[in-house]
């Protein structure tokens, strides 16, 4: 779905992580006496997360509508019933088609005003979208020179080419939830429930590679 407004990109692990560490201490704060609550909570902030290796992924799988959380090979949350492009999917898409694209992604900012609860930006266009679209004719010699710039900088790709953009992982908003339940809806992205993008904004931060196929 397009959405426009986003924010600065944060490489740090986003507060519900933080909440979910310190929940999973909540059992020891009774035995704790004389500790001012501040320490305590600043000493949290030093542990590793709990039963998480670090090694967050996300993949999307468009034949069963499902999107999986994984820590490592282990699966930690399943979301069924999620939303993909009106137009179905693709490996390529080009602006307006309402495509999803497949393939290998990152995380690549984040937008907690979107009017979709919260919108989690992805990498596309990826280097081999640009390629192909090139050789097809799709884009010319100036687009492709400014998707090669921002890969050589590691910034966001361009999203205003004739390839689309602001592909992203969102929830509801206000959208109808019972439309999301038997249809595909999206202009390109993955929706989820709200309840469920306030989970997944949880695990993911800047860098954790998406898979959708």
């Not at 704790?32 to 709990?50: D, E, H, K, N, Q």
């Not at 469920?196 to 196929?213: A, F, H, S």
Request: aromatic share 10%; proline share 6%; glycine share 10%.
């Amino acid at each position: 779905m397009r959405d426009k407004t986003f924010c600065r990109a944060d490489a740090k692990r986003p507060v519900a992580a933080i909440a979910r560490r310190a929940g999973a201490f909540s059992a020891l704060r009774p035995r704790i006496v004389g500790w001012p609550r501040l320490s305590f909570l600043a000493l949290l902030l030093c542990l590793p997360a709990v039963g998480l290796s670090g090694d967050i992924w996300v993949l999307v799988d468009t034949r069963t509508h499902t999107l999986e959380v994984y820590d490592g090979e282990r699966v930690i949350e399943r979301y069924e019933r999620i939303a993909v492009g009106r137009g179905g999917i693709g490996r390529d898409r080009q602006k307006g088609d309402m495509r999803t694209p497949l393939g290998r992604f990152r995380v690549a900012w984040f937008n907690p005003h979107s009017r979709f609860r919260f919108f989690i930006g992805l990498d596309y266009p990826r280097r081999e979208h640009v390629e192909r679209a090139f050789r097809e004719g799709v884009i010319d010699e100036g687009d492709r020179r400014r998707f090669r710039q921002a890969f050589y900088h590691n910034r966001r790709p361009p999203q205003d080419t004739p390839l689309g953009g602001f592909i992203g992982i969102h929830g509801l908003g206000r959208a109808d939830p019972g439309l999301h339940d038997i249809a595909d809806w999206t202009e390109g992205c993955v929706a989820v429930t709200n309840e469920q993008i306030d989970r997944l904004k949880g695990y993911v931060e800047i860098g954790t590679p998406v898979i959708i196929r």
